[in-house]
């Protein structure tokens, strides 16, 4: 043990492995063996060299273990001294990618020339390099087991819809499109907090038959809990009660919304189902889909590019010597090929359900009015406007813009879905959940306007125009029972139509705010 370097392969693991424990509510396990056998291939490779110039399994290991600690922090460097001036130096010279370089070189040079002098066999250091890197990999892989473990526990009290039982199947029966604009807010929302007029919009749905509930509200403020809700056309009262108020597994929700009863129902009728990766994040794709469209081009999920923005990888796309396809670029190109694939009308033999879950106008705001990429401002982030203090004029210019090219997309969607194709259509536009202009708060319940959290775009076009199962106020658990009772000779009763609050960090501790959002 105290003649092995274990540390030079523990230090090549633990980046990924503590960033994935940072993120596993969301991020699939499949994510991380790539670039964990890439990172220890890599490094096999420096300390196999080193070992022949060097003639020592230590020796080649603390060249090794630092070369990987300077590759695995140049996100951490960067992100911590952007914009730092050098103290006692001319203002254009800054801790930027090139003092990181040249500093880290330096390092190289004195370490290399220490090892090459000393003839300490370093027994000390190298057992407290491995004592070190074994306590770091074992708090990640703790996090990660116990997660993994309670998560299969979670799953566990997730019942699903049975599928079987046999009904008379219409072949007939109209495609239905569930249009989920990630975090589209009403009009008078966007007129009060935004200053924007959405009318010409509403009033080409209007002219193409839609009914728009223009008081409707989103059940919850998660997506996490607003798709699987509406899809199962219930409140999630009895999974958070068995998963309990501190729970933060979001995963027994993915379950829910790829067993939904929607889907089931559909499935006994013969739907051939639809779906894309323009929702960005694992936990909430619809993978269960018959067809489950993932972006080519790029392998690199959002995990991916997270963990390569960690690393030095990062400075060759700021210099640009290096074009890669950025997480900025790779989300645009998700958002745009999810519509460019949505226009395709399938084909008419099976009625088809298309689940066009897109994260827009939510932030990160990628697009302008008219398509062009709008500069990102900072960091690429989903997650933004958290921490935003005062100044949410940023959120308002860009949530504005990329609403406008999000409504250009729309239109040219719903004309040839309702114009193109030969089946009928039912299609229901929604968001899953409002704007955050003034969301102030996302860890706790205080400081947060509610009324435009919950306020959503909910527009419904039906073939034979007859509306008068829909009301102003409808919410999203509602949506399908509706579809369902009024198509599916279905006889469900209607939910009260309310709004339940949970903050990020506890998404079961659940607030009833339905009157805060209705005032």
Known sequence: MKQKPWHTALLAVFPILALFAANIQYVAISDIWAPIAISLLSIFAFFSLFKLLFKSWIKAGLLASLLSVMFFNYGLYQTTMRGVSIPFYPKNIQFDHNFYKWTCLLLLIIVVWRLVKTTKPLVKLNSLLNL???????????????????RGQAEDVVEVENV????????????????????????????????????????????EGFYVADKSISNYGHTVLSIPSSMNMMYM?????????????RWPMA????????????????????????????VIYLNSADDFYETPGTQLSLFHNQLIN?????????????????????????????????ETVPAETTPHYIHGHVLAPHQPFLFRKDGSPRDMAGEYNIWSPMGMENDNQWYIRGYVGQLQYINQRLKQLITKIIHESERPSIIIIQGDHG???????????????FKERFSILNAYYFPDQDYSLLYPEISPVNSFKVVLNQYFDEDYKLEDDKAFYSDWENPYELYDVTDAVRK
């Open 164 to 207: 079987k039982g046999a009904e008379v199947i219409d072949p007939n029966r109209p495609n239905i499109y569930y249009l989920i604009m990630d975090a589209y807010t009403r009009q008078d929302i966007l007129k009060d907090y935004f200053d924007f007029d959405n009318s010409e919009f509403l009033d080409f749905l209007k002219s």
């Open 310 to 342: 960690a690393t030095a990888i990062r400075s060759f796309n700021q210099r640009r010597k290096i074009k890669t396809l950025s997480s900025v670029d790779y989300h645009r190109k998700k958002i745009n090929r999810a519509f460019d694939l949505m």
């Open 435 to 449: 704007s955050a202009s003034e969301l102030r708060n996302h860890e706790g319940y205080e400081n947060n306007d």
């Open 237 to 249: 009262d009895s999974v958070v009660n068995k998963l309990g108020p501190k729970s933060e597994d």
């Open 132 to 150: 070190f890197a074994i306590v770091l990999v074992s708090m990640s892989m703790f996090n990660i087991l116990s997660f993994t473990f309670d």
């Open 255 to 282: 379950k829910l919304l790829n067993k939904s009863k929607l889907l089931a129902k559909l499935k006994r009728q013969k739907y051939r189902t639809v779906s894309y990766d323009a929702s960005m994040l694992d």
